[in-house]
């Protein structure tokens, strides 16, 4: 069992910058792959980024690619999410979520294990 906390969350103008972070504890970071996840209103939960149980592979949507970083500190327990030049369309509930183990990665929410509580990002026009 492990539990997630996610932080950093808040509200931005557009071109702003965030950095959510996701502490865990329970078990150690570093037995997952981990991600992160939005949902904003009247929509699905998407997939923002990934990471390895190493740091060694990232992945990301399309949407966000080349503006938004994931990266991790396994000794820190914690996985991090870097938003720069944000947008009024990533405004979402950002939501931290551990993968099924080292081995699958979270890029849909069927292959997420344990979810964080969620953080509210606002980006202002």
């Known amino acids: 069992q492990v539990q997630l906390v996610e932080s950093g969350g808040g509200l931005v103008q557009a071109g702003g910058s965030l950095r959510l972070s996701c502490a865990a504890s329970?078990?150690?970071?570093?037995?997952?792959?981990m991600g992160w996840f939005r949902q904003a209103p009247g929509k699905e939960r998407e997939f923002v980024a990934a990471i390895s149980w190493s740091g060694g592979s990232t992945y990301y949507a399309d949407s966000v690619k080349g503006r938004f970083t994931i990266s991790r500190d396994n000794a820190k327990n914690t996985v991090y999410l870097q938003m720069n030049s944000l947008k009024p369309e990533d405004t979402a509930v950002y939501y931290c979520?551990?993968?099924?183990?080292?081995?699958?990665?979270?890029?849909?929410?069927?292959?997420?294990?344990?979810w964080g509580q969620g953080t509210q990002v606002t980006v202002s026009s």
């Open positions: 329970g078990r150690t970071l570093s037995s997952y792959a």
């Open positions: 979520a551990a993968g099924r183990g080292r081995v699958v990665v979270p890029t849909t929410p069927r292959s997420v294990s344990y």
